[in-house]
């Protein structure tokens, strides 16, 4: 036992990059190919260069010709290469032939993997930093049934050979990962960072799949990339599959609906349906180039400092049952939103907000970060061809209703928003459902808790049903059928 001295605080070793790859190759049962296209064969390289490699390595192979890759892996319909659909042919054919050429007869103690990555690199002009698909199929039992796991990279390095190195320590980090940490997928996520600093690579997808990762939602592991802050947003769709943001957003029209939804109410709905409406009928929309996306912060999930995964979860099977892809984000500014949506599309964004949301926009203490302030914020923000749909409030004690033109904002704010809202940019929503103005989510939520009842009419169809079926949000099932 090593020597311990007063003060010393307990921390987790990392084991270094020759000591992962060395542990693999003198496991005489882990055996495999590697297939790495795009940026070298850097993962590689690390389990040649550890020793013992020819009991793990059956087969190293880096199809650069386009030619000779559709020859081994076939064509893409899109005829694209960096994609997941690409990646995922990779696997299964690499998977496929291990099985074929290797006889289980012979070896029936070997456990098979295939790693995998396609990857584009920055461009000679550095205006790309590049991208790339890396994966693993794997079993971490002799003859039992794959395991998946697939993430996507975004480099942020400004050097082709540096990103290469990263890359292929990522690699062994997966690797590693997947056969000596596969029963705990969070601390698994973390371990892809080992030896490599967050200002370089960015993990904003990925997806766990198979017989060991069974229990495993991917949604919760979407939610672990914005705890590591491993990226800054993430999205995933009604059937609760990862989705790469990049393949949803590019040239497509956004339009972004930003809240709570604990739980979500007929109010988001409308807000939501009227404003879809409008957007459509600016001129510049079309119906089947339009993403809607239901945006949550990562603030608006924390409960006393602590993110809650469980009430997460909730808010995101709500979201999911009604059809709508839900995307979780570190952007507490809404400059920030559009920024990112401005990455991958240059269409018409629109935003739809109440008017507290609005008059925040219009708080200089939210900007005081900035070297330019509001001005640089709004500059952002307001970039292009931004609109802003606005869901008036009404004061259910005087019935008076507030909408853009008699807004409070602060006094020395006036002008700047009287140059938006006359430049079109603030738009109020004018076909609203008068009858649910009242509603609100706090309000829904403290009934429930309560147990007092008038709650489910508040909220969308059948939305009711999943939070009494599923004990949602504290909706204790029995409780609410003595009240009724």
């Known amino acids: 036992m090593g020597v311990t001295l007063p003060g010393d605080n307990d921390f987790e070793s990392v084991p270094s990059l020759k000591s992962k790859s060395l542990r693999i190759n003198l496991n005489r049962n ?24 020819s ?33 995922r042919r990779m696997l299964q054919h690499e998977s496929d032939l291990i099985e074929e050429r290797i006889a289980r007869d012979k070896h029936p103690e070997k456990m098979f993997f295939t790693y995998a990555n396609t990857v584009a690199t920055i461009d000679f002009a550095k205006k790309y930093k590049g991208h790339g698909w890396v994966g693993i ?56 960072y080992d030896h490599i600093d967050k200002d370089k690579i960015e993990i904003d997808m990925i997806n766990f799949d198979g017989h060991r990762f069974k229990q495993v939602d991917n949604r919760l592991m979407s939610l672990q990339l914005l705890r590591n802050e491993m990226t800054e947003a993430v999205m995933f769709g009604p059937d609760g599959k990862n989705i790469l943001s990049a ?21 988001n709905m409308d807000m939501y349906e009227t404003a879809k409406a409008m957007f459509i009928k600016s001129g510049k929309v ?40 839900v995307m979780i984000s570190n952007f507490k500014e809404y400059y920030r939103l559009v920024e990112y949506f401005n990455n991958y599309t ?26 330019g302030g509001i ?27 507030t909408t853009s033109d008699n807004i ?34 706090r309000e829904v939520l403290r009934m429930i808790a309560e147990g007092e009842d008038g709650w489910r009419e508040m909220l969308p169809p059948g939305i009711a049903e999943l939070i009494e079926e599923q004990n949602l949000f504290g909706c204790n099932t029995v409780d609410m059928l003595g009240t009724s």
């Open 30 to 53: 882990i055996y495999g190919t590697f297939a790495e296209i795009g940026a070298g064969q850097e993962t590689v390289r690390h389990f040649f260069r550890a020793g013992g490699a």
């Open 55 to 87: 009991g793990t390595i059956a087969k190293a192979m880096s199809a650069y010709d386009k030619d000779f890759s559709d020859a081994v892996y076939g064509v893409q319909d899109d005829g694209r290469y960096v994609t997941e659909a690409r990646l």
């Open 137 to 192: 199929k794997f079993q971490a039992a002799p003859l039992e049934e794959y395991s998946e796991i697939i993430l996507h990279v975004r480099f942020k390095e400004t050097d082709a050979r540096l990103q290469q190195i990263t890359l292929g320590i990522l690699g062994v980090n997966l690797i590693y990962g997947a056969f000596y940490k596969h029963d705990q997928p969070k601390k698994l996520l973390k371990y892809l």
């Open 247 to 267: 393949r949803i957003l590019y040239k497509k029209n956004v339009l972004a609906l930003r809240g709570s939804f604990r739980p979500v109410t007929k109010v």
């Open 286 to 325: 079309k119906e089947d180039k339009l993403e809607t996306i239901f945006e949550i912060t990562l603030s608006n999930l924390k409960a006393q400092g602590e993110i809650d995964e469980e009430d997460f979860m909730h808010r995101a099977e709500l979201l999911c049952s009604l059809g709508q892809t």
């Open 346 to 371: 240059k269409e018409r964004i629109g935003l739809v907000m109440g008017v507290n949301n609005l008059v925040d926009i219009f708080d200089t203490k939210y900007y005081t970060h900035l070297s």
């Open 375 to 401: 001005l640089e914020a709004f500059g952002k923000l307001f970039f292009k061809d931004l609109r802003v749909y606005l869901y008036p409030m009404i004061d259910t004690e005087t019935g008076e209703l």
């Open 408 to 441: 409070k904002v602060h006094p020395r704010m006036k002008e700047l928003y009287k140059f938006f809202k006359y430049n079109g940019r603030v738009i109020d929503i004018e076909d609203y459902n008068k009858d649910v103005m009242h509603i609100f989510s």
